[in-house]
T-cell receptor, first 118, second 112 residues
Framework: GAVVSQHPSWVICKSGTSVKIECRSLDFQATTMFWYRQFPKQSLMLMATSNEGSKATYEQGVEKDKFLINHASLTLSTLTVTSAHPEDSSFYIC??????????????FGPGTRLLVL | GDSVTQMEGPVTLSEEAFLTINCTYTATGYPSLFWYVQYPGEGLQLLLKATKADDKGSNKGFEATYRKETTSFHLEKGSVQVSDSAVYFCALRGSSASKIIFGSGTRLSIRP
């Protein structure tokens, strides 16, 4: 149980185009999902916290107009990289928070989406 | 703010060697502590966790003990295998927040 999927697993696009990445919790509902970015050989940096039915909370330095997040249902959050440029090339990872009665919340991570902008 | 500092890599060991990857943290209150592993080309997997002082998390032969007095959560394994080659991330989640803060990651390579 507690599986999180991402689609696509990798994408190559031209500079100036927009790319949408989906994050789904397959067997549980997640009120809260998170989007991270990982540069080669570096750690994960939290970009934003996505809350179902409300606006995402962005970390300092993350452009909310460039990285659009939508969390329209309890099992799906999307990240859209608008007008992508080569510097947006990275590995994007989402996580979904599972809340169990009487237990602490646990985050489960998706397998990541590798974006290459030419 | 909260932060995690872990041992820089890469770390290269021979099979069956003893492994320690150091991790220390800075946080207010009582955070939960985690070790995640990322195998080549894959996403993060939770390896083990501890939610309160003196708790020991363990999984797949790996162990880490939550030491509040030294603010540490060092990862250990008595006998590593080639299949343990991966990047290991120490992380924390503050007592009043959901977001997870990651250390810089330690790349581990095990040679046969």
């Amino acid at each position: 149980g507690a599986v999180v999927s991402q689609h696509p697993s990798w994408v190559i696009c031209k500079s100036g185009t927009s790319v949408k990445i989906e994050c789904r919790s397959l067997d549980f509902q997640a009120t809260t999902m998170f989007w991270y970015r990982q540069f080669p050989k570096q750690s994960l940096m939290l970009m934003a916290t996505s809350n179902e039915g409300s606006k995402a909370t962005y970390e300092q330095g993350v452009e909310k107009d460039k990285f659009l997040i939508n969390h329209a249902s309890l099992t799906l959050s999307t990240l859209t990289v608008t007008s992508a440029h080569p510097e947006d090339s990275s590995f994007y990872i989402c996580s979904a928070e599972l809340v169990s009665a009487g237990a602490q919340e646990t985050q489960y991570f998706g397998p990541g989406t590798r974006l290459l902008v030419l | 703010g909260d932060s995690v500092t872990q041992m820089e890599g890469p770390v290269t060991l021979s099979e069956e060697a003893f492994l320690t990857i150091n991790c220390t943290y800075t946080a207010t209150g009582y955070p939960s502590l985690f070790w995640y592993v990322q195998y080549p080309g894959e996403g993060l997997q939770l390896l083990l966790k501890a939610t309160k002082a003196d708790d020991k998390g363990s999984n797949k032969g790996f162990e880490a003990t939550y030491r509040k007095e030294t603010t540490s959560f060092h990862l250990e394994k008595g006998s590593v295998q080639v299949s343990d080659s991966a990047v290991y991330f120490c992380a924390l989640r503050g007592s009043s927040a959901s977001k997870i803060i990651f250390g810089s990651g330690t790349r581990l390579s095990i040679r046969p």
